[in-house]
Protein backbone atom coordinates (compact mmCIF):
# COMPACT_ATOMS: atom_id res chain seq x y z
CA UNK A 1 0.00 0.00 0.00
CA UNK A 2 3.01 2.06 1.14
CA UNK A 3 4.52 1.70 -2.14
CA UNK A 4 0.93 2.83 -4.13
CA UNK A 5 0.98 5.98 -1.95
CA UNK A 6 4.28 6.80 -3.06
CA UNK A 7 3.87 5.77 -6.72
CA UNK A 8 0.78 8.41 -6.47
CA UNK A 9 2.60 10.69 -4.96
CA UNK A 10 5.14 10.95 -7.78
CA UNK A 11 2.54 11.27 -10.44
CA UNK A 12 1.54 14.55 -8.87
CA UNK A 13 5.33 15.98 -8.40
CA UNK A 14 6.27 16.03 -11.81
CA UNK A 15 9.27 18.35 -12.35
CA UNK A 16 11.11 19.59 -14.98
CA UNK A 17 15.14 20.67 -14.23
CA UNK A 18 17.12 22.90 -16.73
CA UNK A 19 20.30 22.95 -15.42
CA UNK A 20 23.19 25.55 -16.65
CA UNK A 21 25.11 28.96 -16.72
CA UNK A 22 22.01 31.35 -17.82
CA UNK A 23 24.96 33.37 -19.17
CA UNK A 24 22.25 35.33 -20.40
CA UNK A 25 18.99 33.59 -19.96
CA UNK A 26 17.13 34.00 -23.19
CA UNK A 27 13.71 32.77 -24.70
CA UNK A 28 15.11 29.67 -25.56
CA UNK A 29 15.15 28.92 -22.23
CA UNK A 30 11.85 30.03 -21.88
CA UNK A 31 10.54 28.14 -24.56
CA UNK A 32 11.63 24.84 -23.50
CA UNK A 33 10.63 24.72 -20.03
CA UNK A 34 6.89 26.10 -21.47
CA UNK A 35 6.88 23.29 -24.02
CA UNK A 36 8.22 20.85 -21.37
CA UNK A 37 5.09 21.93 -18.72
CA UNK A 38 2.46 21.34 -21.46
CA UNK A 39 3.91 17.99 -23.65
CA UNK A 40 4.86 16.18 -20.11
CA UNK A 41 2.75 17.48 -17.58
CA UNK A 42 4.93 19.36 -15.42
CA UNK A 43 3.91 20.80 -12.22
CA UNK A 44 7.03 23.34 -12.15
CA UNK A 45 10.38 23.74 -14.05
CA UNK A 46 13.29 24.67 -12.24
CA UNK A 47 16.12 26.86 -13.53
CA UNK A 48 18.92 25.27 -11.54
CA UNK A 49 21.93 28.02 -12.12
CA UNK A 50 25.31 26.94 -11.95
CA UNK A 51 28.01 29.37 -11.01
CA UNK A 52 30.27 27.70 -13.37
CA UNK A 53 29.71 25.27 -16.08
CA UNK A 54 32.45 22.61 -16.20
CA UNK A 55 32.59 22.71 -19.48
CA UNK A 56 32.71 26.21 -20.29
CA UNK A 57 34.31 29.41 -19.79
CA UNK A 58 34.15 31.84 -17.02
CA UNK A 59 30.40 33.48 -16.75
CA UNK A 60 31.07 36.95 -18.45
CA UNK A 61 28.32 37.81 -15.36
CA UNK A 62 28.37 37.29 -11.86
CA UNK A 63 25.84 34.45 -10.28
CA UNK A 64 23.51 37.38 -8.86
CA UNK A 65 23.29 39.29 -12.17
CA UNK A 66 22.41 36.47 -13.86
CA UNK A 67 19.77 34.83 -11.52
CA UNK A 68 18.62 38.50 -11.89
CA UNK A 69 17.52 38.19 -15.52
CA UNK A 70 16.30 35.02 -15.30
CA UNK A 71 13.53 36.35 -13.35
CA UNK A 72 12.81 38.93 -15.31
CA UNK A 73 12.75 36.80 -18.19
CA UNK A 74 10.53 34.39 -16.95
CA UNK A 75 7.99 37.18 -16.05
CA UNK A 76 4.97 35.70 -15.67
CA UNK A 77 4.98 32.09 -15.82
CA UNK A 78 5.07 31.72 -12.08
CA UNK A 79 5.42 27.45 -12.88
CA UNK A 80 9.57 28.33 -13.13
CA UNK A 81 11.38 28.51 -9.85
CA UNK A 82 15.25 29.88 -10.18
CA UNK A 83 17.77 28.93 -7.93
CA UNK A 84 21.14 28.24 -6.89
CA UNK A 85 21.50 24.82 -5.31
CA UNK A 86 25.94 24.68 -5.43
CA UNK A 87 25.63 25.62 -1.56
CA UNK A 88 23.41 23.37 -0.83
CA UNK A 89 24.74 20.04 -2.56
CA UNK A 90 28.29 21.54 -1.99
CA UNK A 91 28.27 20.36 -5.53
CA UNK A 92 28.23 21.81 -8.85
CA UNK A 93 27.71 18.34 -10.81
CA UNK A 94 24.29 17.61 -12.21
CA UNK A 95 24.61 14.19 -11.00
CA UNK A 96 24.30 15.35 -7.28
CA UNK A 97 21.57 17.71 -7.97
CA UNK A 98 19.46 14.82 -9.38
CA UNK A 99 20.29 12.84 -6.04
CA UNK A 100 18.94 15.48 -4.36
CA UNK A 101 15.99 15.65 -5.93
CA UNK A 102 15.70 11.78 -5.92
CA UNK A 103 16.47 11.45 -2.70
CA UNK A 104 13.42 13.41 -1.52
CA UNK A 105 11.52 10.42 -3.05
CA UNK A 106 8.84 13.23 -3.74
CA UNK A 107 9.55 14.03 -7.51
CA UNK A 108 9.19 12.48 -10.75
CA UNK A 109 12.15 14.07 -12.16
CA UNK A 110 12.70 14.95 -16.29
CA UNK A 111 15.97 16.18 -17.12
CA UNK A 112 15.77 19.14 -19.82
CA UNK A 113 19.06 19.96 -21.92
CA UNK A 114 19.59 21.11 -25.55
CA UNK A 115 20.43 18.58 -28.31
CA UNK A 116 23.70 20.39 -28.81
CA UNK A 117 24.43 18.62 -24.59
CA UNK A 118 23.92 15.25 -25.82
CA UNK A 119 26.99 14.93 -28.32
CA UNK A 120 29.29 14.88 -25.10
CA UNK A 121 26.67 14.00 -22.56
CA UNK A 122 28.82 10.59 -21.96
CA UNK A 123 31.60 12.86 -20.70
CA UNK A 124 29.24 14.31 -17.66
CA UNK A 125 30.05 13.17 -14.27
CA UNK A 126 27.78 10.12 -13.42
CA UNK A 127 25.86 10.29 -16.09
CA UNK A 128 24.21 7.35 -16.28
CA UNK A 129 23.31 7.87 -12.50
CA UNK A 130 21.36 11.10 -14.05
CA UNK A 131 19.55 8.81 -16.60
CA UNK A 132 18.83 6.39 -13.84
CA UNK A 133 17.27 8.53 -11.56
CA UNK A 134 15.49 11.34 -14.32
CA UNK A 135 14.07 11.42 -17.38
CA UNK A 136 15.98 12.93 -19.80
CA UNK A 137 14.31 14.88 -22.30
CA UNK A 138 16.29 16.73 -25.09
CA UNK A 139 14.72 19.45 -27.35
CA UNK A 140 15.99 19.74 -31.07
CA UNK A 141 18.14 22.91 -31.54
CA UNK A 142 18.81 23.84 -34.99
CA UNK A 143 21.61 22.19 -36.43
CA UNK A 144 22.07 19.79 -33.89
CA UNK A 145 19.81 16.95 -34.28
CA UNK A 146 22.35 14.85 -36.89
CA UNK A 147 25.36 14.97 -33.99
CA UNK A 148 23.29 14.28 -31.17
CA UNK A 149 21.77 11.32 -32.61
CA UNK A 150 25.27 9.46 -33.65
CA UNK A 151 26.34 10.81 -29.97
CA UNK A 152 27.94 7.74 -27.93
CA UNK A 153 25.16 8.47 -24.98
CA UNK A 154 22.09 7.92 -27.44
CA UNK A 155 23.83 4.78 -29.76
CA UNK A 156 24.57 3.28 -26.25
CA UNK A 157 20.76 3.47 -24.79
CA UNK A 158 17.27 2.19 -24.99
CA UNK A 159 15.29 4.57 -26.85
CA UNK A 160 13.20 4.55 -23.17
CA UNK A 161 16.17 7.25 -22.04
CA UNK A 162 15.90 9.37 -23.96
CA UNK A 163 12.62 11.38 -25.33
CA UNK A 164 13.29 13.83 -28.26
CA UNK A 165 10.88 17.00 -28.66
CA UNK A 166 10.94 18.83 -31.49
CA UNK A 167 9.21 22.24 -31.89
CA UNK A 168 9.42 25.41 -33.20
CA UNK A 169 12.53 25.99 -32.23
CA UNK A 170 13.86 29.72 -31.05
CA UNK A 171 17.15 30.60 -33.11
CA UNK A 172 19.13 31.77 -30.58
CA UNK A 173 21.90 30.97 -27.83
CA UNK A 174 23.84 32.41 -24.70
CA UNK A 175 27.02 32.20 -26.31
CA UNK A 176 25.50 34.49 -29.24
CA UNK A 177 23.93 36.87 -27.17
CA UNK A 178 27.09 37.68 -25.23
CA UNK A 179 28.75 38.35 -28.97
CA UNK A 180 26.30 41.24 -29.25
Known amino acids: MEELENKLKINNNKIGILGGSFDP ?6 AISKEAKK ?6 VVWAITNQNPFKK ?4 DLKKRMSFCKKIIS ?3 FIKIKYFEDIIKSNKTSDLIDY ?4 GKYEIFF ?3 ADNLINFHKWHKWRNILRKSKLIVFDRHGYKKSS ?9 SNKSVTFVEFDKVNISSSQL ?3
Do not use: D, E, M, P
Request: proline share 0%; hydrophobic share 30%.
Open 25 to 30: AHKGHL
Open 39 to 44: KFKLKS
Open 58 to 61: KASN
Open 76 to 78: KSK
Open 101 to 104: FYKT
Open 112 to 114: LIG
Open 149 to 157: LNSKTYKNL
Open 178 to 180: RKI
